[in-house]
């Protein structure tokens, strides 16, 4: 048995998003001590980025897909601050856990990103399997393990109150690791830091910079991106990635044409919608309830601490308003994708939440370019 002693406690669950908790506690393994706000910041976590996507071989008609967060913060953590790391394709065979273990008796956490079907175990897990292979992605840091009891000990948040390491098989931490599915597929990939002096030596000084850096740049871009960009998909085909601002409007006015070809008596159409908004609602909650504007409420009401700018503090409120509209948003596509109620009224409320979200966002992330630029 291994368990890294700098796990035998692990911090309460700040945010919901795994992906800053794995990152927050490796990082404090070699004695750097983060909050989840500042490591929001530093990665450029929060974002809104939209596409038009095809599944092939489950709907060939593009549908709406919308992310409210980018999915490489692990990387952009790491590059931002220049810490030394490895992305390494490690394969779930015998050869690929003895690498594994080799690095834990080392000393060296190391973060993976899993088929989240391994925290549904035995009969719901296989049920899911049955059914259309839409599942997410789960970001874990592996601390430990008992090759005896069969045992995986990761850190994993899954209640605001756990303060200890949480415990699978190491049979499902092989297998679901390296599954496929879609949106974006495991692919055997993990993440750990190459320095093994147990010390990065990140100041202060470098931190906050970072930290206001990308404030600066998440609201550059909500504001000015305008330039479609392709993006390669584990399980689907996109048709051009837009950002910020312009990709909220471009996803109004594309819920606008599904309003209008919407037809209640004809069963594609109303399959295909229920799907898309399922689809579309999914993606925008993963790692948040809110569409990180409650956090990005947090990260604003601590930049307003550290660097002195008060008008962040009365911001910071308005995107907690903010927040409870993705909210309502959220619990709309939610009553569409389980066909409750008139599902164009729904839609066209969705539109109207959708109109009041950017307009407000924009105004305050105008206020915010005011406070930082003068």
Not at 32 to 43: F, P, Q, T
Request: hydrophobic fraction near 35%; proline fraction near 2%.
């Amino acid at each position: 048995m291994k368990l890294i002693s700098t796990y035998q406690h692990i911090d309460k669950r700040e945010i919901l998003d795994c992906r800053v908790k794995s990152i927050k506690e490796l990082i404090r393994h070699y004695n750097v001590h983060l909050n989840s706000y500042e490591i929001l910041l530093i990665s450029k976590a929060i974002t809104f980025n939209y596409d038009r996507i095809c599944i092939p071989g489950v709907i060939n008609h593009p549908i709406p897909y919308g992310t409210v967060s980018h999915n490489t913060i692990e990387k952009t953590f790491f590059d931002s601050l220049c810490i030394s790391y490895k992305e390494e394709k490690i394969e779930s065979t015998e050869e690929g856990w003895k690498k594994i273990k080799s690095m834990i008796d080392r000393d060296i956490p190391v973060m993976f990103r899993m088929d989240s079907r391994f925290l549904m175990p035995g009969a719901n897990g296989a049920e899911r399997d049955k059914k259309i292979n839409l599942h997410y992605l789960s970001t874990l840091l592996l601390v430990g393990y008992d090759e005896e009891e069969n045992k995986a000990f990761i850190v994993l948040t899954n209640t605001d109150e756990k303060e200890e390491v949480s415990v699978i098989s190491i049979d499902a931490f092989q297998k679901y690791r390296s599954t496929t599915c879609f949106p974006f597929a495991p692919d055997s990939l993990c993440y750990y830091v190459t320095k093994e002096d147990r010390k990065m030596n990140l100041d202060e000084t470098l931190i906050q910079r970072k930290v206001l850096q990308g404030l600066k740049e998440t609201i550059y871009t909500m504001l000015n991106e305008d330039s479609t960009s392709m993006i390669s998909y584990d399980g689907f085909v996109g048709t051009g990635m837009i950002k910020g601002i312009k990709g909220m409007e471009k996803l109004k006015d594309d819920l606008k044409q599904i309003v209008e070809c919407y037809d209640a008596q004809d069963r594609m159409s109303c399959q295909y919608t229920q799907f898309s908004m399922a689809f579309l609602r999914n993606n925008m909650m993963f790692g948040s309830y809110s569409g990180f504007r409650y956090e990005l409420s947090q990260c604003l009401q601590y930049c307003a601490e550290h660097f002195q700018i008060g008008e962040l503090n009365r911001i910071s409120n308005e995107f907690k308003s903010i927040s409870n509209e993705w909210k309502k948003l959220f619990m709309v596509l939610s009553s569409i994708a389980h066909n409750k109620g008139n599902r164009k009224e729904q839609l066209n409320n969705v539109i109207k939440i959708l109109e009041r979200i950017i307009k407000k966002e924009e105004q305050q992330y105008m206020k915010i370019n005011q406070c930082l630029y003068g």
